[in-house]
Nanobody
Framework: QVQLVESGGGLVQPGGSLRLSCAASGSIFSIYTMGWYRQAPGAQRELVAT???????NIADSVKGRFTISRNNAKTAVELQMNSLKPEDTAVYYC??????????WGQGTQVTVSS
């Protein structure tokens, strides 16, 4: 089992920045991909960015050039730097980890609100 805890959400004005962090614990040796998803009210959960150890980084077109995902080699943390935030970025942001043997883990989510 893998446990994920997100932090760093909050209220920010349009054009501002936030940095989200996700800390992983438990069977971290099994993790091969971590990333961020988001869900706005009334919308489906969507991919924001993922990183695979020894593999590609994927970033949604809607945030490309504004958001950056980073991770540590120990597979214990992944971060999302969000710049030039827009009101449409308002959502609950979830951390997700994929592990060997079909492991699929989610954090509890952190609210990001972009509003003046």
């Amino acid at each position: 089992q893998v446990q994920l805890v997100e932090s760093g959400g909050g209220l920010v004005q349009p054009g501002g920045s936030l940095r989200l962090s996700c800390a992983a614990s438990g069977s971290i040796f099994s993790i091969y991909t971590m990333g961020w998803y988001r869900q706005a009210p009334g919308a489906q959960r969507e991919l924001v960015a993922t990183v695979t150890w020894g593999g590609p980084t994927n970033i949604a077109d809607s945030v490309k050039g504004r958001f950056t995902i980073s991770r540590n080699n120990a597979k214990t943390a992944v971060e999302l730097q969000m710049n030039s935030l827009k009101p449409e970025d308002t959502a609950v942001y979830y951390c997700r980890a994929l592990g060997d043997g079909g492991g699929d883990y989610w954090g509890q989510g952190t609210q990001v609100t972009v509003s003046s």
